[in-house]
């Protein structure tokens, strides 16, 4: 078993997720694949958004942030994930364990946040169309994700801050495929009360209050629609809505799923690994595809980027 005697040392954690997995290196390539369409998808919506005039708009804007942040957040992720199992690299040291526990769960925050954004520029169309160019706009929109980047950067801060007045006198085996919080600060051996505190506390700010204000928008929506007379009108707004419901779905079920098992039942560590390693990378990988495939304007933007692109050729 490693040891040290405290955190005043150059120590370096030992990675020990996916022990004693069999053909464990298929599942490596599929993370190297997926990695690969990730930052083809996303880097794709960034160029069209960027490229494409019509899509200089407040609702766009949010969506570009989102693909950013995917694209950030897998980048952050899945190379050190490679890196560490695949070439077998399990040690990594102190500092650089903190810095990749940060990035990860940053942009992690970062894609919650967002998707709360989506949602309010959802409501305001859907319920006040008439004063939507006015309330939202460039600015407030900007204002708004730029706050979002200011509050997820100070509680991750915190979160991780908080490690490092710990000391490390026993085990420094990360039962987990990367440095996650839980996993980390488990291993101290002086009192972890505030790094409980403050797990609780960024669970609550990244996964609960989204969820529960994007509830709250759809109830808000869905009032809205029962009273609208029109029937193709309602369907028209409920199309607007299915790309960002299905965002929603993907990033938010399989993190509550993931919580709630890990704290009623006693599951195999390899299978919550892998479930928690798939809650990560899927997000990121389908919302550019599910964005693209789900909305008409990005799908005619498309269509008409080809056509230039023949019509030069």
Known sequence: MLKRQNISENISFYLGGFYNVPHVKYYFIFLCFVYIITVLANGFLLSLIYLEKTFHTPRYIIVFNLALTDLCGSTALIPKVLDTFLLNRRYIVYEAC????????????????????????????????????????????????????????????????????????????????????????????????????????TFALVICIPLVLIGATYVCISIALSRTASREERLKAIRTCTSHLSLVALFFIPYVVTNIIANITDINPNVRILNSSLSHIAPSLLNPIIYALKTEEVMNAVRKLCKRKITKW
Do not use: E
């Not at 940060?102 to 967002?114: I, K, L």
């Not at 730029?146 to 979160?159: D, K, N, R």
């Not at 420094?172 to 990367?178: E, P, R």
């Open 98 to 201: 903190l810095s990749y526990l940060f990035f990860v769960f940053f942009f992690g925050s970062m894609q919650s946040w967002t998707l709360v954004t989506m949602a309010y520029d959802r409501l305001i169309a859907i319920c006040l169309p008439l004063r939507y160019s006015v309330i939202v706009t460039r600015k407030s929109v900007v204002t708004i994700l730029l706050c979002s980047w200011t509050s997820a950067l100070i509680i991750i801060a915190v979160l991780v801050g908080l490690i490092n007045r710990l000391s490390f006198c026993g085990s420094l085996v990360i039962k987990s495929f990367f440095c996650d919080h839980g996993a980390t600060f488990r291993l101290a051996c002086n009192d972890t009360f505030l790094n409980i505190v403050m797990a609780n506390v």
